[in-house]
């Protein structure tokens, strides 16, 4: 998992209640720069995209058709319904102890598609909840999902990292094993 130097001396000068603003010029290029670097040292060749959907961002890879990371502001809880059509027609390739995980929370907005990806069910509905809950519970922080995969064409992450940066405090950082143990 990539390791963000300064990152908590920064959050901890930024004032409580500073605007996304903030984030967007400070905060995100340095993530991303970041994520983009440690991806491209375990995957060659790779076709990087950043798109916005609802109110989050995504990296994703086209070549190897797969989410590298997801990140946005946290507007609360989010009540729209669940788009069950769209989640059940999402390949779910991995096996049966995988679900089709959201990168960022519906709780947070987060939608389908490109937001859904491989993950263990015992993460999905163990320790990923927690952060995610934070997140809901703590409008203006900018919460992150970053997944890491095998140099192989393989669309199932080995592991994933979730962030919480909350503007006066250091930065919440969790990692997670995303694969059987043989």
């Given at each position: 998992?990539?390791?963000?130097?300064?990152?908590?001396?920064?959050?901890?000068?930024?004032?409580?209640?500073?605007?996304?603003?903030?984030?967007?010029?400070?905060?995100?290029?340095?993530?991303?720069?970041?994520?983009?670097?440690?991806?491209?040292?375990?995957?060659?060749?790779?076709?990087?995209?950043?798109?916005?959907?609802?109110?989050?961002?995504?990296?994703?890879?086209?070549?190897?058709?797969?989410?590298?990371?997801?990140?946005?502001?946290?507007?609360?809880?989010?009540?729209?319904?669940?788009?069950?059509?769209?989640?059940?027609?999402?390949?779910?390739?991995?096996?049966?102890?995988?679900?089709?995980?959201?990168?960022?929370?519906?709780?947070?907005?987060?939608?389908?598609?490109i937001?859904?990806?491989?993950q263990?069910?015992?993460?999905?509905?163990?320790?990923?909840?927690?952060?995610?809950?934070?997140?809901?519970?703590?409008?203006?922080?900018?919460?992150?999902?970053?997944?890491?995969?095998?140099?192989?064409?393989?669309?199932?992450?080995?592991?994933?990292?979730?962030?919480?940066?909350?503007?006066?405090?250091?930065?919440?950082?969790?990692?997670?094993?995303?694969?059987?143990?043989a």
């Open positions: 998992m990539p390791d963000y130097p300064g990152l908590d001396g920064f959050l901890l000068r930024m004032a409580a209640g500073t605007s996304e603003g903030v984030f967007d010029k400070d905060v995100i290029p340095t993530l991303v720069d970041t994520w983009v670097e440690d991806y491209a040292r375990s995957v060659k060749g790779s076709q990087i995209v950043e798109t916005t959907v609802d109110n989050f961002s995504y990296l994703f890879d086209i070549k190897a058709q797969r989410l590298i990371a997801a990140w946005g502001i946290s507007r609360g809880r989010h009540g729209g319904k669940r788009d069950a059509s769209r989640m059940a027609g999402h390949p779910k390739s991995a096996g049966e102890r995988y679900h089709r995980g959201h990168a960022i929370a519906h709780t947070l907005g987060g939608g389908t598609d937001n859904l990806v491989a263990l069910g015992s993460v999905n509905i163990g320790p990923f909840r927690a952060l995610e809950r934070e997140a809901v519970n703590t409008p203006g922080v900018l919460y992150f999902t970053y997944w890491s995969y095998r140099p192989s064409d393989s669309q199932t992450p080995i592991a994933v990292q979730q962030g919480l940066l909350c503007p006066g405090r250091p930065a919440k950082l969790r990692g997670h094993a995303n694969e059987l143990r």
